[in-house]
């Protein structure tokens, strides 16, 4: 059930030359976050925003800049403001926890232009107990129809050097391993042309989003955007000299304009989290809460799901994505000869079905099954390389889908569009329906490579429209997507539930062939904190063969098999995969058990400790059986924890199964040692965690 309940308090203020001896302000409902908004003398509108009385952020200025058209800076008069109180509870249909609270003080300022043009600006923030968000709306007016903006001009203004946990303000990617300085010493483009990545553009010293600060006073702050629709994404350049970050939109090469829209409007939120700890920022809702609710309704023909599938197998170089045609008089040919490497074969997919099937494990995902992978050679000119309803002779996609549900196990699609956008909005529908047809309810696409068409960023506003509105299509036929080389997660999973998941960081790939070595150990430990506060991630965790030599003896995934199995805890997604090949699971009989007991749909999660860049341990309740499970994770540094399992329900006895790092468990040393026990507990139990260098500990506890 939804509980709403909304009060209201209106105050309306008329215009006139001055509003210094005005307060315009909202407080949170626990009375530490409080935003001033003001007008300076010549009419420039800032905020500020101070907790328990301490400035967090001090003045700082918002506008516009306009091609053809004077700057929203200055110049402004308050005609009216509006203060709100939102008092609101309601409940995700998948998620990190059933019930979410939405409760926030709204600020709404209505400004006017006391100069020609005397245009209209409205500016909206809202003040939760854990951060601020801010939107602007252009409201309907006579004199103004569209804006074509050049730059958004929202500062930040910081009144300390926090240490910063940072990527670069990439364009196109967000494949970047993270960065640990202090907020001066931010160097964004130290990393062009620097990069292990087929694309990179990175004009500015900025970051994107999110960033996460630390303060020598013990204060933590993200910086974000939510409900990001019909505009471009916001990267924040940063000013070393003054501490400031600023808004600093992804442009395009085929305009002179970084974002276009035709009135009224309103800007995605930018937001700031703030909160005392690190575990407080994980726990908060801030980003899905300032995104509209459910517009799809029902939407229970999607399960959240483990999955296996072809695809480790292809990072590794034991099978491939394409089957093997031949060049034939200038043009790629069947000739029947498959090269005898392709991994997406009706014999190989039916044994991920029975070792999925045997496994508690509800989907298989195939990638190469379709044509147009020989083709897909380089970056450039992939219009029309890749048909997204014809199977390779070696793959018999209604024989798989019927042993799938023979089996119980559902096929999840593949579409990579190879970043030609063109090409993939005109099979769509046929995609679609094609997954309609054989009852599919869940498509992982991929748009790696520069964007056709050319000058086209991945974070610009063109793309922004491509992902949603490819997401929200695909809803029209029961399809969710889990997109990779995606537009940032910024909460569109409360509005469209279909949007599941994303990848949009450096994920587990990158150990199987980075020259840089792969992600090293504090790698995660601050993903934990930076974008996983966006949302959901498909970071394809649980590789039980951590070296694989036998396939790529010079990588290796940086963790203990503890810590391999403690990401499905700590890593958030409704989808979690099983990555590892099916023969190294069978091998290890006993750690796979974690896997099929594990579950993916939470009631309720509580993040027991954590820093940033150095552990985290999160404990969640699944929604179906009300079992815990527990997950926790360290850096390069060997750690103990005591965890206080209160918790539990009372009244109830549970058996933990505890697999943690073995007595000489190393991350490059000896990752493969592991140690499992049981025993009984209640919420008065208390655990001491050990955890190795690069290791973790993962526990199920099952009610008795």
């Given at each position: 059930?939804?509980?709403l309940?909304?009060?209201v308090l209106?105050?309306?203020?008329?215009s006139?030359?001055?509003?210094?001896?005005?307060?315009?302000e909202?407080?949170?409902s626990?009375g530490l976050l409080?935003?001033?908004?003001n007008?300076s003398?010549d009419g420039?509108p800032?905020?500020l925003?101070?907790?328990n009385?301490?400035v967090?952020?001090?003045?700082?200025?918002?506008?516009?800049e306009?091609?053809?058209?004077?700057a929203?800076?200055k110049?402004f008069i308050?005609k009216k403001s509006e203060?709100e109180?939102?008092?609101?509870?309601?409940?995700m249909p998948w998620g990190?926890q059933?019930?979410?609270?939405?409760?926030?003080r709204?600020?709404?300022?209505m400004?006017?232009?006391k100069v020609?043009?005397e245009?209209f600006?409205n500016i909206?923030?809202?003040v939760y107990d854990d951060g601020v968000g801010?939107r602007y709306?252009?409201p309907e007016?006579?004199?103004?129809?569209e804006v074509?903006?050049?730059?958004e001009?929202?500062?930040?203004n910081?009144?300390q050097?926090?240490?910063?946990?940072?990527?670069p303000?990439?364009?196109?990617?967000?494949?970047?391993?993270?960065?640990t300085?202090k907020?001066?010493?931010i160097?964004?483009?130290?990393?062009?042309?620097h990069?292990?990545?087929a694309?990179?553009?990175i004009?500015e010293n900025?970051?994107?989003?999110?960033?996460t600060?630390v303060?020598e006073d013990?204060l933590?702050l993200s910086f974000h955007e939510?409900?990001l629709?019909?505009?471009s994404g916001m990267?924040?350049?940063v000013?070393?000299k003054?501490l400031n970050?600023?808004?600093?939109?992804?442009?395009?090469?085929n305009?002179?304009?970084?974002?276009?829209r035709?009135l009224?409007?309103?800007?995605?939120?930018?937001?700031?989290?703030?909160?005392?700890?690190a575990?407080?920022l994980?726990?908060s809702k801030?980003i899905?809460?300032?995104?509209?609710?459910?517009?799809l309704?029902?939407v229970s023909?999607?399960k959240?799901?483990k999955y296996t599938g072809?695809?480790?197998e292809?990072?590794?170089g034991?099978?491939?994505w394409?089957?093997?045609m031949?060049?034939?008089?200038g043009q790629?040919?069947?000739?029947?000869?498959?090269?005898?490497r392709?991994?997406?074969?009706t014999?190989n997919?039916k044994?991920?079905?029975?070792?999925?099937?045997e496994n508690?494990?509800?989907?298989v995902l195939v990638?190469?099954?379709?044509t147009?992978?020989?083709?897909w050679?380089?970056?450039?000119?992939?219009?029309?390389?890749?048909?997204?309803?014809?199977t390779?002779p070696?793959?018999d996609?209604?024989e798989?889908?019927r042993?799938?549900?023979?089996?119980?196990?559902?096929?999840?699609?593949h579409h990579?569009?190879?970043?030609?956008?063109?090409?993939y909005?005109q099979?769509?529908?046929t995609?679609?329906?094609?997954?309609?047809?054989?009852g599919?309810?869940?498509?992982?696409?991929?748009y790696?490579g520069?964007i056709?068409?050319?000058?086209e960023y991945h974070h610009?506003?063109y793309?922004v429209?491509?992902y949603?509105?490819?997401?929200?299509?695909?809803?029209s036929?029961?399809?969710a997507?889990?997109?990779?080389?995606?537009?940032?997660?910024t909460g569109?999973r409360?509005?469209?539930?279909?949007i599941?998941s994303?990848?949009?960081?450096r994920?587990?790939e990158?150990n199987a062939?980075?020259?840089d070595?792969?992600?090293?150990p504090e790698?995660?430990p601050i993903v934990?904190f930076?974008?996983?506060?966006?949302g959901?991630?498909?970071?394809?965790p649980?590789?039980?063969?951590i070296?694989?030599?036998?396939?790529?003896?010079?990588?290796?995934?940086?963790?203990?098999?503890a810590?391999?199995?403690?990401?499905?805890?700590?890593?958030?997604?409704?989808v979690?995969m099983?990555?590892?090949?099916v023969?190294h699971?069978?091998a290890n009989?006993?750690?796979?058990q974690?896997?099929k007991d594990?579950g993916?749909?939470?009631?309720?999660?509580?993040v027991?400790?954590g820093e940033?860049g150095?552990?985290?341990?999160i404990a969640r309740?699944?929604?179906l059986?009300?079992?815990?499970f527990?997950?926790?994770?360290?850096d390069?540094?060997?750690?103990?924890f005591e965890?206080d399992l209160?918790f539990l329900?009372?009244n109830?006895?549970y058996?933990?199964?505890?697999?943690?790092?073995g007595k000489?468990?190393?991350?490059?040393?000896?990752?493969?040692?592991?140690?499992i026990e049981?025993k009984?507990v209640n919420?008065?139990?208390?655990?001491?965690?050990?955890l190795a260098?690069?290791g973790?500990?993962?526990i199920?506890?099952i009610?008795k």
């Amino acid at each position: 059930m939804r509980v709403l309940i909304l009060i209201v308090l209106v105050l309306s203020l008329w215009s006139c030359n001055s509003s210094e001896d005005r307060v315009f302000e909202a407080v949170s409902s626990n009375g530490l976050l409080k935003l001033n908004f003001n007008l300076s003398e010549d009419g420039k509108p800032y905020y500020l925003v101070t907790r328990n009385n301490k400035v967090v952020i001090d003045t700082s200025y918002l506008g516009f800049e306009f091609k053809n058209a004077p700057a929203f800076d200055k110049h402004f008069i308050v005609k009216k403001s509006e203060t709100e109180t939102h008092i609101e509870s309601w409940e995700m249909p998948w998620g990190e926890q059933e019930t979410v609270e939405n409760n926030y003080r709204e600020l709404r300022v209505m400004l006017q232009e006391k100069v020609t043009p005397e245009r209209f600006l409205n500016i909206i923030f809202r003040v939760y107990d854990d951060g601020v968000g801010l939107r602007y709306e252009f409201p309907e007016q006579a004199r103004l129809s569209e804006v074509e903006i050049t730059e958004e001009h929202t500062q930040f203004n910081l009144t300390q050097d926090y240490k910063t946990f940072w990527i670069p303000g990439d364009w196109d990617i967000y494949e970047h391993l993270y960065s640990t300085t202090k907020l001066s010493e931010i160097d964004a483009l130290k990393y062009v042309g620097h990069v292990n990545l087929a694309q990179t553009y990175i004009p500015e010293n900025a970051v994107n989003t999110p960033v996460t600060m630390v303060g020598e006073d013990g204060l933590h702050l993200s910086f974000h955007e939510a409900a990001l629709v019909d505009y471009s994404g916001m990267t924040l350049k940063v000013d070393t000299k003054n501490l400031n970050l600023e808004s600093h939109l992804v442009g395009s090469e085929n305009t002179d304009f970084k974002v276009k829209r035709s009135l009224p409007f309103h800007t995605p939120w930018r937001t700031i989290q703030i909160t005392d700890n690190a575990p407080d920022l994980i726990e908060s809702k801030l980003i899905v809460n300032l995104n509209e609710p459910n517009k799809l309704g029902d939407v229970s023909w999607f399960k959240p799901m483990k999955y296996t599938g072809v695809w480790w197998e292809m990072h590794l170089g034991k099978s491939s994505w394409d089957y093997g045609m031949e060049m034939v008089d200038g043009q790629w040919k069947d000739t029947g000869k498959a090269h005898g490497r392709h991994g997406a074969t009706t014999e190989n997919v039916k044994r991920f079905i029975d070792f999925s099937a045997e496994n508690n494990i509800g989907g298989v995902l195939v990638e190469g099954w379709n044509t147009g992978w020989e083709r897909w050679i380089g970056f450039e000119d992939r219009e029309g390389v890749f048909d997204f309803v014809t199977t390779y002779p070696d793959y018999d996609i209604d024989e798989v889908v019927r042993y799938g549900k023979e089996k119980g196990v559902a096929i999840i699609m593949h579409h990579e569009t190879s970043a030609a956008t063109e090409t993939y909005e005109q099979q769509q529908d046929t995609a679609y329906a094609l997954m309609q047809k054989y009852g599919m309810h869940a498509v992982k696409s991929g748009y790696v490579g520069k964007i056709l068409p050319k000058g086209e960023y991945h974070h610009g506003q063109y793309m922004v429209n491509q992902y949603n509105n490819a997401a929200i299509k695909a809803a029209s036929y029961q399809v969710a997507v889990n997109a990779h080389e995606p537009i940032k997660a910024t909460g569109l999973r409360r509005t469209y539930p279909n949007i599941i998941s994303r990848e949009g960081l450096r994920g587990q790939e990158f150990n199987a062939w980075a020259e840089d070595g792969g992600n090293p150990p504090e790698h995660l430990p601050i993903v934990a904190f930076t974008r996983m506060l966006a949302g959901p991630i498909d970071f394809t965790p649980g590789i039980f063969n951590i070296k694989f030599d036998e396939y790529k003896k010079d990588n290796q995934v940086n963790t203990t098999l503890a810590q391999q199995l403690a990401l499905y805890v700590v890593i958030y997604s409704p989808v979690q995969m099983a990555a590892d090949l099916v023969e190294h699971y069978e091998a290890n009989p006993e750690p796979l058990q974690f896997i099929k007991d594990v579950g993916v749909d939470w009631q309720t999660t509580k993040v027991l400790n954590g820093e940033v860049g150095d552990y985290v341990t999160i404990a969640r309740k699944e929604r179906l059986t009300n079992n815990w499970f527990l997950g926790s994770i360290t850096d390069e540094h060997a750690r103990t924890f005591e965890i206080d399992l209160d918790f539990l329900d009372a009244n109830q006895e549970y058996e933990a199964t505890i697999y943690k790092d073995g007595k000489n468990a190393h991350w490059n040393n000896n990752p493969l040692d592991l140690d499992i026990e049981k025993k009984t507990v209640n919420n008065s139990s208390k655990l001491t965690l050990v955890l190795a260098e690069g290791g973790g500990c993962a526990i199920s506890i099952i009610k008795k």
